[in-house]
Nanobody, 123 residues
């Protein structure tokens, strides 16, 4: 079992920045690829970003490219999502998730999920 706890969400004006954190416990963190997803009201959960076990590889949704940066600190068992130039359409609950065997954007491949943190971007 992997337990994931997100933090860092909040209310920010358009153009502002937030840094989300996701602290992991329960298993060897460096054995897992880590993804970020988001879910806006009335919409399906969607992929935002993924980072490989070592941090050497990353991938982003088109909506996040150039604005968001994913990183991880395996010594601290934590993955981060730096979000810059935020837009009202970024408003959603953001989730981190862990998957051991694939580097993927597919929600169904992730075995462990956090409880989510709310990000609200005002115009």
């Amino acid at each position: 079992q992997v337990q994931l706890v997100e933090s860092g969400g909040g209310l920010v004006q358009a153009g502002g920045s937030l840094r989300l954190s996701c602290a992991a416990s329960g298993q060897t963190f460096s054995n897992y690829n880590m993804g970020w997803f988001r879910e806006a009201p009335g919409k399906e959960r969607e992929f935002v970003s993924v980072i490989s076990k070592s941090g050497a590889s990353t991938a982003y949704a088109d909506s996040a490219k150039g604005r968001f940066t994913v990183s991880r600190d395996n010594a601290k068992n934590t993955v981060y999502l730096q979000m810059n130039s935020l837009k009202p359409e970024d408003t959603a609950v953001y989730y981190c998730a862990a998957t051991r065997f694939v580097f993927t954007s597919r929600t169904s491949n992730y075995n462990y999920w956090g409880q989510g943190t709310q990000v609200t971007v005002s115009s």
